[in-house]
């Protein structure tokens, strides 16, 4: 299938780090692992051709994961509108979207990406996968689903330990043992979301807000570590602390604090000057 998506760089938003499933061919498409299928996308200018595990109802599939049914433009000129500093970094981002992960995958995603980085966190869960979810046979390659949750809830402390996943083992038991409290997650404010979440043992702020931009469409939290403290620290003059990086995101981000996050990442990491 091929579809007109104007204005997106899928590349750069799959390759952003936020997607631990990815896999980039050596024809320059890439391979993606959703919840129910596997999918192969390659762009050419606004065309982005389409193959998958799975053709059912593919449009709909790909506008939800990339996004693409909200509109960036206004969330982009409100932004600059309200923080005139935005604009460079915005202008430069109009290609970009927030993937819609299934927010499952994203609460063990992000546990075991403490302390951690991609390549690694992928890996790990490529094993998982491998070991407890559904078998995709795709362009004559095998890929696995992401497990259930009614496949993961039946695993031991040692049964994670196996995969490398170090002191998380015992917080993504935690998590699976509290997971049917979290399904109440959607009616919450993300100020009542993010105290849900890190009631659960070696979820913190960061983690659950991850967990809620990437999982629940929660363009408003603001995951922040010592690289966003940095960044910020730096580029806007402000004390480098926790406490006034969140007052200066929440004066001057609003709604849509992990977006700026996110575009801070990409401009440094994939826009050159």
């Known amino acids: 299938m ?48 389409v193959k998958s595990s799975n053709m059912d109802n593919i449009k ?27 604009k460079n970094m915005v202008n430069k981002c109009r290609d970009y979207r927030i993937l819609n992960q299934e927010s499952f ?30 078998k995709v046979i795709f362009e004559n390659k095998e890929y696995y689903l992401f497990p259930k949750y009614d496949v993961l809830k039946k695993l031991s402390i040692e049964d994670f330990r196996k995969y490398g996943v170090g002191f998380r083992d015992k917080y993504i038991v935690d998590f699976l043992n509290k997971y049917e409290t979290q399904n109440d997650i959607e009616k919450l404010s993300t100020k ?50 926790q406490k006034s990086i969140m007052e200066f995101a929440k004066k001057n981000f609003k709604d849509y604090s992990g977006l700026v996050i996110q575009y801070m990442f990409h401009v440094e990491r994939n826009i050159e000057d």
């Open 60 to 86: 709909n599939i790909i506008y939800e994961y990339f996004d693409l049914n909200r509109n960036y433009d206004e969330i982009n000129d409100e932004l600059i509108k309200n923080s005139p500093m935005l």
């Open 192 to 241: 009542e979301a993010l105290e849900l979440l890190m009631s659960v043992k070696g979820i913190g702020l960061k983690v659950a807000s991850c967990i809620l931009l990437f999982g629940y469409k929660r363009l408003d939290v603001f995951p922040i570590d010592t690289w966003v403290k940095q960044y910020i620290s730096t580029n806007y003059n402000i004390k480098n602390d």
């Open 105 to 134: 995958e994203m609460f063990i995603s992000y546990i075991i990406s403490q302390n951690n980085n991609v390549k690694r966190i992928s890996n790990t869960i490529d094993k998982i996968s491998h070991d407890y979810g559904k």
């Open 2 to 49: 091929i579809l007109d998506i104007p204005n997106i760089n899928v590349k750069d938003i799959l390759l952003s780090g936020s997607c631990f499933r990815v896999i980039l061919e050596k024809d320059g498409s890439i391979t993606n692992i959703l919840s129910d299928r596997v999918i192969n996308l390659k762009q050419d200018g606004n065309k982005l051709y």
